[in-house]
């Protein structure tokens, strides 16, 4: 198992550097000057700095492998720095964003507790309705509460977080007026009321994320569930008198949860990418719409890095799910 | 198409040629054959027309796509371009159906208007994905040599985080494209293209797991046997084997490229503003989304119509094309 975790850690090097290659190239190969953007009012000193960060003027070898140390060597020695005090990144040039003159990560840090709170409760969210509806619709395969269930998912594959988003909005938020249509990002958590507003701003972002994943994972849950209903193994157990409880609930259960623990790794990533829409419909500050407004600035740093920073989340949560599958099923082991 | 060795298989329609030679190859049992009147498609209908959704699904779709085709026959397509500053912002009436928005223009002609993009888009953007899905995958499931590296690419290629990098080639190349080809072509093909080149993976694994079973069996065999050349036994008895997941996936690639577009004009990077598409459609309404929550409604309820229609064709099509299930 450790060396199989090795051999899926080396083969992810090859991949993200492949990724930063495509990201870089896109960049790369866009037509016209990229400082020709910058607006006439940064001062000369400043574009001379933001030249060098970019390594622009070199070529395009260098200016890459130059991203690279800075995404993989200087940005994780300033998050060290920044954790413990220390210095060691003093000094060297970090990834500056174009519109704000920061640094990229800085900026990035600022909004990833936002995204991480919407699509972190969304997940749960879904992941604690899917997983009851899937069991229950596969052991009462063809009822008319599998029949709804297939229907409802089936919508909540159709319809585009667009127009849902915008759907409870008017619903929820114009018509009844029970929660606000704009998530306001300054409200600080500090007593009950403050949270409980921070419930209701945060539920119609939340419902609509939600009902898009838990479409997915109860289809998945209820397919899997399906799959070892039949098995032989649960013949077995009802032959020896298990009550249909525990040859459910343990029994099955268990055995499907398998891969839909897998796919819920694997979704993880998927739901980041997802909620950039969702994030722009509620106007929720995150690192979605952080990559919106970087890119209609055309500030492309910020957005090389964050497109990256996506890239790195897939291949991660790929190499959780492939781990996460040789932990849990011992047939399946990769020497 | 048609095959000489089966005096009774339907001449004519293309696919139709194509499937009447895989069934006579296919057809060790001469019982099939004998039968002669019942082509393979009158089977798949029998067996989609039982699934109630997909047929459903499928009257539907095809509804919206005769009105958004036929319909500037009946309805002038110019009300939806000219403004009419004293006819705006009404409601639904017999004069416009869907009403008018805050230009004057009528809401009925710019919505068919935008189902034409978004299917086009939808369409081409899909024909191009199963092109290069099934090609990667064949190529990858008949040869060996070409196998891990075309598998290593597909896999490198679903490790890409989509959304963004469409968005960031959407902004990097819409302009040199629409100095080259003019706005509406250029950004047309960019969009189709873009959505293409990365949405082909699923096929690509898909029709690359199938292709591996069939060239084990005996009739690619037989095929090779008498020396025929790859080119001639993936065209001639690949192919046509594989044609049913390749259905299945083009289906549903309908569906996610028509999200996928409607989700870049919404987030104001597809088509211009002024051209109509669904998706832009629905973002030009979200700021009179209070006073006028409809013209929102009538795009997002024809994208979500068109969605779930087309996923419950696909999944009809699953059932009837799959012989697993075929039957009872």
């Known amino acids: 198992m450790l060396?199989?975790?090795?051999?899926?850690?080396?083969?992810?090097?090859?991949?993200?550097?492949?990724?930063?290659?495509v990201i870089f190239l896109l960049l790369e190969l866009a037509p016209g000057d990229p400082m020709a953007n910058v607006p006439l009012t940064v001062p000369p000193e400043v574009k001379e700095q933001m030249r060098q960060a970019l390594g622009l003027g070199e070529p395009a070898p260098i200016r890459f492998w130059k991203w690279i140390v800075q995404f993989f060597w200087i940005e994780p020695l300033n998050i060290f720095d920044h954790l413990f005090g220390t210095g060691f990144a003093e000094?060297?040039?970090?990834?500056?964003?174009?519109?704000?003159?920061?640094?990229?990560?800085?900026?990035?840090?600022?909004?990833?507790?936002?995204?991480?709170?919407?699509?972190?409760?969304?997940?749960?969210?879904?992941?604690?309705?899917?997983?009851?509806?899937?069991?229950?619709?596969?052991?009462?395969?063809?009822?008319?509460?599998?029949?709804?269930?297939?229907?409802?998912?089936?919508?909540?594959?159709?319809?585009?977080?667009?127009?849902?988003?915008?759907?409870?909005?008017?619903i929820f938020a114009?018509?009844?007026?029970?929660?606000?249509?704009?998530?306001?990002?300054?409200?600080?958590?500090?007593?009950?009321d403050a949270f409980v507003f921070q419930l209701r701003q945060m539920f119609l972002p939340v419902m609509v994320l939600a009902l898009q994943i838990t479409s997915q994972l109860s289809r998945f849950m209820r397919a899997s569930m399906l799959d070892n209903l039949g098995q032989?193994?649960?013949?077995?157990?009802?032959?020896?008198?298990?009550?249909?409880?525990?040859?459910?609930?343990?029994?099955?259960?268990?055995?499907?949860?398998?891969?839909?623990?897998?796919?819920?790794?694997?979704?993880?990533?998927?739901?980041?990418?997802?909620?950039?829409?969702?994030?722009?419909?509620?106007?929720?500050?995150?690192?979605?719409?952080?990559?919106?407004?970087?890119?209609?600035?055309?500030?492309?740093?910020?957005?090389?890095?964050?497109?990256f920073i996506f890239a790195v989340l897939i291949v991660l949560f790929n190499l959780i799910a492939d781990v996460l599958y040789g932990i849990l099923d011992p047939r399946i082991r990769y020497e | 198409m048609s095959d000489a060795r089966d005096p009774r298989s339907p001449i004519g329609a293309e696919d139709e040629g194509v499937v009447a030679a895989s069934a006579a190859v296919m057809g060790a049992e001469p019982v099939l054959l004998s039968t002669g009147a019942r082509s393979q498609w009158l089977d798949v209908w029998d067996q989609f027309k039982t699934h109630k959704g997909a047929l459903i699904g499928a009257a539907i779709f095809?509804?919206?796509?005769?009105?958004?085709?036929?319909?500037?026959?009946?309805?002038d397509p110019e009300l939806g371009i000219k403004s009419n500053i004293r006819a705006r912002n009404e409601g639904m009436s017999?004069?416009?159906?869907?009403?008018?928005?805050?230009?004057?223009?009528?809401?009925?002609?710019?919505?068919?208007?935008?189902?034409?993009?978004?299917?086009?888009?939808?369409?081409?953007?899909?024909?191009?994905?199963?092109?290069?899905?099934?090609?990667?995958?064949?190529l990858a499931g008949?040869?060996?040599?070409?196998?891990?590296?075309?598998?290593?690419?597909?896999?490198?290629?679903?490790?890409?985080?989509?959304?963004?990098?469409?968005?960031?080639?959407?902004?990097?190349?819409?302009?040199?494209?629409?100095?080259?080809?003019?706005?509406?072509?250029?950004?047309?093909?960019l969009i189709v293209s873009a959505i293409g080149i990365t949405s082909w993976m699923q096929t690509a694994r898909i029709v690359r797991g199938e292709v591996l079973a069939l060239k084990e069996r005996e009739f690619v065999l037989a095929a090779r046997s008498i020396g025929t050349p790859s080119r001639r036994v993936i065209t001639r008895h690949v192919l046509p084997n594989v044609l049913s997941p390749i259905m299945v996936s083009a289906t549903l690639g309908i569906a996610t490229a028509i999200i996928t577009e409607s989700a870049l004009s919404f987030l104001g990077l597809g088509f211009p503003p002024d051209f109509p598409t669904w998706g832009r459609l629905l973002n030009?309404?979200?700021?009179?989304?209070?006073?006028?929550?409809?013209?929102?409604?009538?795009?997002?309820?024809?994208?979500?119509l068109v969605v779930l229609s087309i996923n419950y064709v696909g999944d009809g099509l699953r059932d009837a094309l799959d012989p697993r299930i075929r039957g009872r």
Not at chain 1, 183 to 190: E, G, I, N, P, S
Request: proline content about 6%; glycine content about 8%; overall charge positive.
């Open chain 1, 232 to 307: 032989d193994y649960v013949r077995t157990a009802r032959a020896k008198g298990l009550r249909e409880r525990s040859v459910v609930m343990i029994h099955v259960l268990r055995n499907s949860m398998i891969p839909v623990v897998t796919v819920i790794a694997l979704g993880i990533p998927q739901v980041f990418g997802g909620a950039i829409i969702t994030e722009q419909v509620f106007k929720v500050n995150g690192i979605g719409q952080l990559l919106i407004t970087a890119i209609q600035a055309n500030d492309l740093p910020m957005v090389q890095t964050l497109t």
């Open chain 1, 174 to 192: 114009v018509q009844l007026r029970w929660f606000p249509s704009i998530y306001d990002t300054t409200h600080v958590v500090d007593d009950w």
């Open chain 2, 94 to 138: 017999l004069a416009h159906p869907f009403g008018t928005d805050q230009l004057g223009r009528d809401i009925f002609a710019r919505m068919m208007a935008g189902g034409r993009v978004s299917l086009a888009v939808g369409l081409t953007a899909m024909f191009l994905s199963v092109v290069i899905g099934t090609l990667i995958g064949v």
């Open chain 2, 142 to 189: 008949y040869f060996r040599a070409l196998d891990g590296a075309l598998m290593r690419f597909t896999d490198l290629f679903l490790a890409l985080p989509l959304l963004p990098l469409l968005l960031v080639m959407v902004l990097l190349f819409r302009e040199p494209l629409t100095a080259v080809f003019g706005v509406e072509t250029g950004i047309f093909l």
């Open chain 1, 3 to 21: 060396t199989f975790t090795f051999r899926r850690l080396i083969f992810a090097i090859p991949t993200l550097l492949f990724i930063a290659l």
């Open chain 2, 62 to 75: 095809l509804a919206i796509v005769a009105v958004v085709a036929l319909g500037p026959l009946v309805w």
């Open chain 1, 91 to 170: 000094g060297k040039l970090r990834i500056i964003s174009w519109q704000n003159r920061a640094p990229v990560f800085i900026v990035i840090a600022e909004r990833i507790p936002q995204t991480l709170w919407v699509v972190g409760t969304a997940y749960v969210v879904a992941i604690l309705i899917a997983i009851p509806v899937g069991i229950y619709s596969a052991y009462r395969q063809y009822s008319i509460f599998d029949q709804a269930g297939t229907f409802v998912t089936m919508i909540g594959f159709s319809v585009p977080p667009f127009f849902s988003g915008v759907l409870v909005i008017v």
């Open chain 2, 284 to 304: 030009d309404g979200v700021p009179y989304l209070e006073q006028y929550p409809e013209r929102v409604f009538w795009p997002g309820i024809a994208i979500s």
